[in-house]
Structure formats: structure tokens, C-alpha cells
């Protein structure tokens, strides 16, 4: 197969995902896991944490514009690594990009899994308010037609009280109240609808003595972006893996747990995108 020059260079263009805070760091741990030579540009609007409250025509806005900014940076892929942002705005910001980059969200690739391995299933789910008002997974789900049957609960405080404490043992007492749900006892798997949900993954489990599957969408939509750019012949395979983070409120919480994620190589960047 022979690849233009055109494609060479945009195959190593950067990829750009963006979150309300550190959820999304979550899946770009599991991307670089994937995918180590691809470059990386992070916006994190922690001016607005958490989108999860936020109206579906703020989050629309607010994606919009991070789109904006991500297209400016050349990225040719734009994960939205946010449930409540892929649900609110998912299609308007693939209608704004066009074809200038691949557009994805976190919900479709863990809808394909659902299809693929979980048909006839009881399944839980928690996330934010805006994600489970929306009610896009229902309507996903329940599309695919392959009996599943969804129990979705808001567990709304649960992103900010991460943003504040990381994964810290109070976060066990917030779960035995949202977790207590009577419909989340009889489930095979739960979803963690929230890309902040993964970092607390294994206080969720213990809740339940290890006897639910816990199913964490980053590694899922990782390979969903690997599928993509492989699809594309956009995979980069000389980069050296950079990234940058970029923050609309600096905030001590999101530098200290970017650093557990990704260590040393932690360029991180004011960048106010409201004033």
C-alpha cells in the first residue's frame, strides 16, 4: 500500500481529548497504553467542573469551543472523553468539525462491547445526572434489540468528590449510599459511565465482594481510537509520544492527579478559554 505524503504528515498530527477535569485522564492513560507513539494534546475545562450539572446548551458551548481550540492545534482525531459531554454534544461537534478530523465520543464504543459480549444481560450503570437524564444509553441499548436490560442510576456527586479527594477512603461512605440502589443488586456487570469512575474502580468492586463486573469504558474506547486511526492510515509510528495538557483553571487537583497518571513527562498549561 502506498501512503501519500499527504497522509505521512497527518498521521503524525497529534490527537486531542478533552473532559471537564480529570475523568478523561483516565482514557488517555489507557490511549498512551495502546497507542505510545501518538501525540497528545489534553484540554481539561476545569473552569466548568463538572459538566454532569451543567445544561446540554452549556456543555454544547463549552465543547464547541474546546473543539475549536483542538482543531486549531492540527489534532485529526477529537475524542470527547466525557459521558455527559459525549451525550450532550457529541453531534454537534462532529457537525462543527466536518471532515477537518475523526470525532469520537465514549458512549458508542462501549454500546458495540455491550452488543458483542453482553446480550441478554441485567447491567447497571452509573453516571452524572446529565448522562443518565439524557437517556442515551437506554435509547443505544435498547436499539441493539439483544435483550439487555439497563439499570442506570445517577451517582452525582460522585466526579467532584474525586476531583477533591482522588481515591480516598470517603469516597467508600458516597458509595454505599449511591450503590445501595435496590435495582443494582441484581446486576452482571455495572458501567462506569463517568470517565472519572475508573480511578475509585476498585472501591466500586469491593462494594460488591468482587462479584459484579466492573465494566471501565477507557480501555474500551482506547482500542475504539486505535480501530479508527488504523482504519484511516492515520496511526502514527515515529511519533515520540508527547503530551500536553492544557487546563482552562488551574487547579491543584488536576496537576497532582495528571501526575499520577502520567508521571514526569507532565507539561501542563494554563489556558483560559472564557476570559
Not at 10 to 26: E, H, N, Q, R, V
Request: one cysteine or more; glycine letters at 6%; charged letters at 20%.
Amino acid at each position: 500500500m502506498t501512503y501519500s505524503n499527504h497522509h505521512h504528515s497527518a498521521a503524525l498530527k497529534p490527537i486531542g481529548i478533552f473532559d471537564s477535569g480529570i475523568g478523561g485522564l483516565t482514557v488517555a492513560h489507557a490511549l498512551v497504553k495502546q497507542l505510545s507513539k501518538e501525540n497528545i494534546i489534553y484540554f481539561g475545562d476545569t473552569a466548568h467542573l463538572p459538566y454532569g450539572d451543567k445544561s446540554t446548551a452549556a456543555i454544547q458551548a463549552y465543547s464547541v469551543k474546546i473543539a475549536h481550540l483542538l482543531l486549531e492545534q492540527e489534532c485529526k482525531l477529537i475524542l470527547i472523553a466525557c459521558n455527559s459531554a459525549s451525550s450532550a454534544a457529541y453531534e454537534l461537534v462532529k457537525e462543527y468539525v466536518g471532515s477537518k478530523a475523526i470525532v469520537l465520543n465514549v458512549i458508542d464504543p462501549v454500546v458495540a462491547t455491550l452488543k458483542e459480549n453482553y446480550a441478554g444481560k441485567q447491567i447497571g450503570l452509573i453516571g452524572t445526572r446529565q448522562t443518565v437524564a439524557s437517556n442515551i444509553f437506554k435509547k443505544k441499548i435498547a436499539d441493539l434489540n439483544v435483550g439487555i436490560n439497563l439499570f442506570a442510576n445517577e451517582t452525582n456527586l460522585l466526579a467532584s468528590a474525586i476531583e477533591e479527594f482522588g481515591n480516598h477512603s470517603i469516597i467508600d461512605e458516597l458509595l454505599k449510599i449511591y450503590l445501595a440502589h435496590p435495582n443494582l443488586q441484581q446486576i452482571d456487570a455495572l458501567i462506569l459511565a463517568c470517565t472519572h469512575y475508573p480511578i475509585i474502580k476498585e472501591r466500586i468492586s469491593n462494594y460488591f465482594k468482587n462479584s459484579t463486573e466492573i465494566i471501565d469504558p477507557s480501555t474500551i474506547v482506547a482500542k475504539a481510537v486505535k480501530n479508527q486511526l488504523e482504519k484511516n492510515n492515520l496511526l502514527n509510528a515515529t511519533g515520540s509520544g508527547n503530551k500536553h495538557f492544557y487546563v482552562s483553571d488551574y487547579t491543584t487537583s488536576f496537576a497532582n492527579n495528571a501526575k499520577l497518571f502520567f508521571d514526569c513527562d507532565l507539561k501542563l498549561e494554563h489556558y483560559p478559554l472564557w476570559d
